[in-house]
Every structure is written in structure tokens, then in C-alpha cells.
């Protein structure tokens, strides 16, 4: 469920070379520039208007105002896939393949906690110190066995965050285990165990495998403007119109992958591309990290383990690209903009993300949540996204 072997490799290169030369991290490519000067607008990606870097506190209110009296509005021209200036037009929406059905995620994963193991197999999942994992129930399951446990809780929690935001049918269904070489789960595949090196009583994740992925290369604007190293120029109206069926659709769900990776200040995905850019300037015409395709268009959400508790610890390094990818969306999903909207109402991103999380994973306790200090950090990165999100909407509201 990789993106192939070559990306895993220039990606660590990548980490390595970020390790011995941190003065690389003030080489920001001017492709990724809040501004554009002489009157230019900012780069955005295939859908997005153009708007300043900051918002003030008037257009803030404005477009949270806005927000909510949203449903009084009249609707956009039926041939638009965009609604009131900043939203997806429900017939796109609809279009959207349903990825994960929670019903679906729900049998999977109680299926998965009462099977057995039945064998462990190396590749297909990542790191070496992954598996491939056939359960008693014949179905099949990525085991992650993090290099230490912060990778294994920010992929619990970045599977139940997308819960909180209304987007865990991008995500594969997702559990924790408890290994026990004489537990009945892991019973059949002890001696596999202990050619893992597996720690005994260590916390893995099961994520439940997929068939017929196949990799995604950034729409065109990213993979062809930036791969040349241009600034990503707005898309006009007319022209967004005359995308495909299938460009727009994707691009609704990137959209919701931007935003989910900037919450979670994932670094390994489109970042880990964008930095990239700096010795490989075709590396955005390859396949993006952690993010695969379905036959029927959905995209998969992959590998969320640098999400929320590492990325949180590594914001200095990686927000230079992150924050300007954020910047470059200003079309959104409406329930996912509400909420946004909601959460930063109530300031409750950590409450509802602890609620969630303590109900639907048994093993959340051997874990834990995120300190203190993570909590506030989300909460932080929520309100952003909702100044940013009423800012696209006061803008929009004035072209």
C-alpha cells in the first residue's frame, strides 16, 4: 500500500540531508510565497481564488457571520461546481466516490479485533519492520510497528480526528493491538514474532488492506507549474468549468487532504514533495507519498503516523510548507467547513478528538491523548483554518 520503493528512498535522503544541513530550511522555494509583488495573485492550486496572506478581525467576524446564514443564500447556476463563492456544489459532492461507509469501517474492525493472526509476511506495508498480516477471517491487514510508539498514536489519532471532521471515509479503517506472543490473537504466529524483533507488549496498528491501489500525481498546476519551478497562477471561472467530471471530483477530496494535513502538520505527504523540490525538480510529476488511488477514483488517505504528535514536535521545519498549501485552497467541502466552524465555536477540537477516540478504540489507554501543550497546538491549527476559511469567503464575496 506504498508509494513504491523510489519515493521511500529520496524521501529519507531528503530527512537525512534536512538532519545535516538545517540552513536548508530557510531555502523556501518562492514558489511557496504567502505574496506575489507587481500585482499578482497568489499561487493557488486547479480551483482556487486568489486572496490576500492576512485577514483582518473585521473580514474574520464577517465570515463567520457569513458561515452561518449560509443555507439563505441562493444557489450558484446549476453547470458551477462551486456554490456562494467558496463551497463545492452539492451535485459535485454527490459525485464523490463514499470511500470507507462507517458501517463498513465498523464490522471490519470489530471483525478484525476478535481474529486471530494467521500469518505475518514481509513487504507490501512500508518499513521492513512492518507486515503483512492474513487474518483468521481471511482477510488481510497492514501491521505498523512504529519506531517508537508517538508514530503508532499519531496514526490513532489522526484516523479518529478525520472522524471529528467528517472525512474518515478517506482514511482506511484503522485499529490498535497488543502484542502478546502467547495471547490468543498472535498465538499461530509466534515464532514469526520473534524473527520481527518486536518488543513483547508493544502497541501495532491493523489497518485494513486494500486492493487495486494504484498511485496519484498532484493535479497539474502542482505537478507541472511547480515541477518547473512557476508560480501557480488562479484558475479563472470559465476555465474551471471546463474541467472534466473526474478533475473536479478529484479535486473536491484534495481539497479535504490539504486541509487534514495541515491539522495534523503531516509532513509526509505533499510536503515531503515540496521540499523535495529543491534537488529534484520533477519530483511533482511523481507519485505523491501516502496517497493512493481506488479503482472507482476515491482517494486513499495512507499512513498517518507523522501526523498531530511527531509533526506537532517538527512545526518549525515543515509550517513553511504546510501553511502555504492551506493558503492555496479556497474552495471547501461545506460540511467540513462547518465543522471547522463548529470546533473553533466551541474550542473544542481536543475534547471532541478525546471523546471520539476514547469510545471507539479499546486500547487508547495504553497510549494515551496528546499532552497538554498537542491539545492547544490543534486547537491553534483549527482556528487558523477557520480565519482562513472566513477570509476566502469575504474575499469572494467581493470579486
Request: net charge neutral; proline share 5%; aromatic share 8%.
Amino acid at each position: 500500500l506504498e508509494s513504491g520503493s523510489e519515493q521511500r528512498q529520496f524521501c529519507v535522503i531528503s530527512w537525512v540531508k534536512i538532519l545535516l544541513d538545517k540552513s536548508l530550511l530557510l531555502r523556501v522555494p518562492a514558489l511557496f510565497s504567502s505574496t506575489t509583488s507587481g500585482g499578482g495573485g497568489q499561487k493557488t492550486f486547479r480551483t482556487l481564488l486568489a486572496v490576500p496572506a492576512v485577514a483582518t478581525d473585521r473580514e474574520e467576524r464577517d465570515g463567520e457571520e457569513r458561515l452561518a446564514v449560509t443555507d439563505s443564500q441562493p444557489p450558484a447556476d446549476a453547470a458551477s461546481p462551486v456554490e456562494r463563492g467558496i463551497f463545492w456544489s452539492r451535485e459535485l459532492e454527490e459525485q464523490v466516490p463514499p470511500g470507507f461507509a462507517a458501517e463498513e469501517a465498523a464490522a471490519w474492525l470489530a471483525a478484525a479485533r476478535a481474529a486471530r493472526v494467521a500469518s505475518l509476511e514481509r513487504g507490501g506495508c512500508g518499513r521492513s519492520s512492518n507486515r503483512l498480516a492474513r487474518l483468521s477471517d481471511g482477510s488481510r491487514a497492514c501491521v505498523r510497528y512504529g519506531i517508537n510508539p508517538e508514530q503508532i498514536q499519531g496514526e490513532a489519532l489522526s484516523y479518529h480526528l478525520a472522524g471529528v471532521l467528517g472525512m474518515q471515509e478517506r482514511l482506511p479503517p484503522m485499529a490498535l493491538a497488543l502484542v502478546e506472543a502467547r495471547g490468543r490473537q498472535w498465538e499461530p504466529v509466534r515464532e514469526e514474532l520473534r524473527g520481527s524483533h518486536w518488543a513483547e507488549g508493544a502497541v501495532v496498528s491493523l489497518t485494513r488492506w486494500v486492493d487495486n491501489l494504484t498511485a496519484v500525481v498532484a493535479p497539474a498546476p502542482w505537478g507541472a507549474e511547480a515541477g518547473a519551478g512557476r508560480r501557480l497562477q488562479p484558475l479563472s471561472a470559465e476555465e474551471l468549468v471546463g474541467l472534466s467530471p473526474s478533475q473536479l471530483v478529484e479535486l473536491v477530496q484534495w481539497s479535504d487532504l490539504i486541509l487534514f494535513d495541515y491539522l495534523t502538520a503531516n509532513f509526509d505527504r505533499l510536503v515531503s514533495n515540496l521540499f523535495s523540490l529543491q534537488w529534484d525538480p520533477r519530483v511533482m510529476r511523481r507519485a505523491t507519498s501516502n496517497l493512493l488511488r481506488a479503482p472507482d477514483g476515491g482517494l486513499v488517505f495512507m499512513d498517518n503516523e507523522a501526523g498531530l504528535v511527531h509533526g506537532y514536535r517538527l512545526l518549525s521545519m515543515w509550517d513553511p510548507y504546510n501553511e502555504p498549501l492551506l493558503r492555496s485552497v479556497c474552495v471547501f467541502r461545506e460540511g467540513t467547513a462547518r465543522r471547522v466552524a463548529e470546533l473553533h465555536r466551541r474550542r473544542s477540537a481536543a475534547a471532541e478528538l478525546r471523546r471520539r477516540y476514547r469510545a471507539r478504540e479499546p486500547l487508547w489507554a495504553r497510549l494515551g491523548f496528546l499532552s497538554e501543550r498537542q491539545a492547544e497546538l490543534l486547537q491553534a491549527r483549527v482556528d487558523f483554518v477557520h480565519r482562513h476559511i472566513a477570509h476566502c469567503r469575504a474575499q469572494a464575496a467581493v470579486l
